[in-house]
């Protein structure tokens, strides 16, 4: 029998890199010569891949121009990384989460907007990579909420999507659950708000990774 399927967005749910993520974006902004957009604004586009999330922030551009700031963003990500620049701390609970689930015979997994080297960097500095049997990112896949990262990791791990949960903090997270036909959790803790979660279609939005962990249940 298949094994049950846990998917996590990272950003904003596995791990906090709001203040990395917006530093960038300045950065990205300022080698432009254009006004940063502001926080909330910048968060609200967090999960979309690069080009989709510039096209959000700078509608009136072109798409030669979306691609060349993400190629800014880009970047200055790497520049500060090579600086000592970049945090992104687990939320709490989240490692002894992934532990319990795993005794409770779940597969894991990830599907984010972020690319493959930049997961790879962020979950082998937690030392949590080898927990996962599925790795999806924005560098192989349409972005979000298009459902092809999920259709992929169901694919690789050999789950079905009536026993699968992507769990995620935002809209898009939650529409391409639905759209892959698998069950969507929200967490409160990220970019978008419990209430645009539940509209969207979340089962439930869990307030720290012990609700979360209930929600999610045992297979």
């Not at 922030?57 to 190629?71: K, V, W």
């Not at 690319?115 to 082998?124: E, F, H, N, Q, V």
């Amino acid at each position: 029998m298949n094994r049950p399927l846990a998917l996590f967005d990272c950003d904003g749910t596995l791990v906090d890199s709001q203040h990395s993520i917006c530093a960038a974006m300045v950065r990205a902004f300022d080698a432009a010569r254009l006004t940063p957009p502001d926080r909330p604004t910048i968060l609200s586009v967090v999960g979309l891949s690069l080009p989709h999330a510039m096209a959000k922030l700078l509608p009136d551009a072109d798409d030669a121009f979306h691609h060349h700031i993400a190629d800014q963003y880009r970047d200055a990500f790497r520049t500060m990384r090579t600086e000592g620049d970049v945090v992104e701390p687990l939320y709490d609970g989240i490692g002894d989460l992934l532990d319990r689930l795993s005794g409770q015979g779940w597969l894991l997994g990830v599907a984010t907007g972020k690319s493959d080297r930049g997961l790879a960097l962020c979950l082998t500095q937690h030392g949590i990579i080898d927990r996962f049997v599925t790795l999806q990112t924005a560098d192989r896949h349409p972005s979000k909420p298009n459902p092809a990262m999920l259709m992929a990791a169901m694919a690789e791990a050999d789950a079905a999507p009536e026993t699968t949960v992507m769990i995620g903090d935002t809209t898009y997270d939650i529409d391409m659950a639905i759209d892959a036909g698998v069950r969507a959790i929200g967490v409160n803790w990220g970019y978008h708000s419990p209430a645009e979660l539940l509209a969207a279609g979340a089962t439930a939005v869990a307030v720290d990774s012990e609700d979360l962990g209930r929600h999610i249940g045992t297979p």
